[in-house]
């Protein structure tokens, strides 16, 4: 639909990434969530920075205040190696993926 310009001006303000494409002409979004040096070499969209942070999660009190943070060797990992991860849904790490991480 957006491809179609139905409006003006077209703004996204979803998900701290650009679209890429010309069919966005602005971006909400904070120095938090996207840094300025990046901003002016990834963004396709001109940018309307926000103050603080636009994400409305708050970390605070989330872990209880003895938490620590677990050592490589409680999972049985050696110390100081990299760990991959993929914070989102467990069927998009495919295979293919997961062999490109391992390169």
């Known amino acids: 639909i957006l491809l179609l310009r139905p409006a003006l001006m077209q703004v996204n303000m979803v998900y701290a990434a650009t679209t890429g494409g010309d069919h966005i002409d602005l971006f909400v979004n904070d120095k938090v969530a996207s840094p300025p040096d990046l901003v002016s070499e990834v963004f396709s969209e001109k940018m309307l920075m926000v103050p603080g942070s636009h994400f409305v999660n708050n970390q605070d009190g989330l872990l209880p205040k003895s938490w620590a943070e677990p050592s490589y060797s409680e999972f049985g990992l050696e110390e100081g190696r990299p760990i991959i991860a993929a914070m989102n849904a467990f ?13």
Do not use: E, H
């Not at 069927?91 to 390169?103: D, E, G, L, N, Y």
């Open 91 to 103: 069927f998009k790490v495919t295979p293919v993926i997961f062999q490109a991480w391992i390169r």
